[in-house]
């Protein structure tokens, strides 16, 4: 009897929960499971390496990712503002559409995401008091914390491809730059369709950040920069490649589970990653807190990427302003939406814009996919299609 009571006492107390990395990733993982895990977890760890680099240029945001920082932090764009965030009113497509020179894909009025600088957001969680912060480079997890649950953020680097699937996507390079001087009136991010692939425009508050992506496989990096200089006479700065990539397994180890760049990437239209990450964190806290297996967590990870890829993809399939050889090569990538998917288009393309705001009033909610309401899927139609 003294065994069984020993083992029940132990499966009732509070958790160590250590999280590797403070970039987005490990900050978004580290704010949702100190909101929602107070009664499960005693201490929450962050482990940091200064010397890691962060984010070079100013990230956008969701719906769900400004709600949580508001909860966490309480901000505002005047008097507390630690992140420096600028309003993000939605997304402003140009040169995408057959039918229409631009596209605005809106935010609720009652609903504002946000454009933010993430190492202001690092300095921010990891200044607050709420974690214990340790500074250490962290190489091998499993051996080096004592915790019951790991969650590893340390970003893309130094993978096993072995270990990781790849996604379909035409992108696979990324020219970045910034503008100094802040550009008020653009409440929204930009995503401007070139002959070559597109570019992010984000305002920050004392400048806007640009990120020129293509494919170096079909543009060489020469034409890249001169086509990125002709359109928006910004100097380039730096030239990244990168992979587009999902872990096959989301568990590493015993107690390791993976997040952010270190379980996967996608090219960043449509601001999905750090919906994703926010997505993954949830989904790792009903496998801490005994609601869903190992198996069971894995596969609704990898199932919201993939229906990330989709969504994604289905925005290339209707090409560009544009006829080159990237916009041709991007409408040939495999696209095999599941039947969800497949249900939202047929619904989106067939219900007006009305009759879905009386569905939503009616019915207090909306028919999404993955991050995206049927409202979503509408402006691209009758934009693009």
Known sequence: MKGVVEEIIFDMRKKKLSIIGAGNAGCITAISNYLYGTDIFDIIDIYHDPSYPMEK?????????????????????????????????????ENWGKKKEKIFHPFPQCATAVHYVPSLLSKAVLECGRFNVVEKNIVDPEKEIDSDFIIDCRG???????????????????ILAKKEGAQPELLYTKTVATPNGWTFVIPNTDSVAYGYLFNDQVTTKEDAYENFKELFEVEPKECLKFENYLAKDCFQGERTILNGNRLSFLEPLEATSTGFYL???????????????????????????????????WHY???????????DY??????????ELENMIRYSDNTSFSDQLIEITKFKKQISYSQWPSLSFKCWIEGVK
């Open 317 to 327: 399939q209707f090409g560009s302003k544009y006829d080159t050889p990237f916009w």
């Open 57 to 93: 240029v100013g990230q956008g945001s969701i719906l769900s990712i400004s709600m949580l920082l508001n909860e966490f932090f309480y901000l505002d764009f005047v008097e507390n503002n630690l992140i420096q965030s600028t309003r993000k009113e939605g997304i402003m497509y």
């Open 330 to 339: 991007a409408k040939s990538l495999p696209f095999n939406p599941d039947e």
């Open 156 to 174: 893309r680097h130094n993978r096993s491809s072995d270990l990781y699937d790849t996604l379909i996507n035409p992108l696979n390079s990324v």
């Open 279 to 313: 997505q993954s964190a949830e989904y790792s806290f009903e496998y801490m807190t005994g609601n869903i297996d190992k198996k069971i967590c894995n596969h609704l990870v990898r199932d919201e990427m993939f229906k990330l890829q989709n969504f994604v993809l």
